[in-house]
């Protein structure tokens, strides 16, 4: 399954939303076999009164709770609000071996595959900044962006992962066969009885 982070900004507050959710896929002894989740899990910016000029870090942890290990992929979009504010902050993400990107938020588009084994974790530092030389014509602007963690190969990734669990679709087209036919039954009763009224009031 996908974590998805959600970055709400604005000129006077930006929040940065975390939802992560469990993938599905499940092995024999009903443990998932592809899990990742982020930490925190909800809330990893939460700043008052940004003008130009202010930035501000934080850390996000990415977890393989699974039992396989695996590459995790990121990408990142505007979803909803001012083009121009969001075009204006600058992003920089980094790890413990150094800096990762570096740019504006518009110019992200998704980090490389980052590797993860079973029970690991890998730890990123988010720094988002509002540049000094931004103008008031910023003030009250706002943006929603999203941010998406999913492990590679999955059906949020590149390719399905072995052992995917599909739905019944056959069972529910089966019903629904059924039903078109019952209602074509029903319909053709009606129509038979409809006509034969339609004939004895002919004949009177």
């Known amino acids: 399954m996908n974590a998805i982070v959600k970055l709400i900004m604005y000129s006077a507050l930006l929040i940065l939303i975390i939802q992560s959710a469990t993938s599905s896929v499940l092995a024999d ?8 989740r982020t930490s925190p899990e909800k809330i990893l910016f939460e700043l008052d009164n940004m003008k130009p000029g202010d930035w501000a870090e934080r850390s ?6 699974g039992t396989k290990d695996f590459k995790y992929l990121s990408s990142a979009s505007l979803v909803s609000g001012s083009e121009k504010f969001y075009n ?11 800096q990762i990107f570096n740019g504006s938020l518009e110019d992200f588009k998704a980090l490389n595959p980052r590797e993860i084994v079973s029970g690991g974790k890998d ?13 008031n014509e910023y003030q ?8 998406k963690f999913y492990a590679e190969g999955t059906l949020g990734g590149v390719s399905p992962v072995d052992g995917v669990k599909l739905p019944k679709t056959a069972t529910n087209i089966l019903d629904i066969i059924l039903i078109g036919v019952i209602i074509l039954t029903i319909g053709t009763f009606i129509l038979i009885i409809s006509n034969r009224k339609k004939r004895k009031m002919q004949y009177k």
Do not use: M, R
């Open 29 to 36: 002894s009903n443990e998932n076999e592809i899990d990742i």
């Open 60 to 65: 996000l942890v990415v977890t393989n709770s």
């Open 140 to 147: 009250g602007l706002a943006s929603i962006v999203e941010f």
């Open 123 to 135: 730890e990123l530092l988010f720094k988002v900044e509002f540049p000094y030389e931004k103008g």
């Open 88 to 98: 204006a902050l600058i992003l920089s993400i980094s790890d413990k071996s150094g």
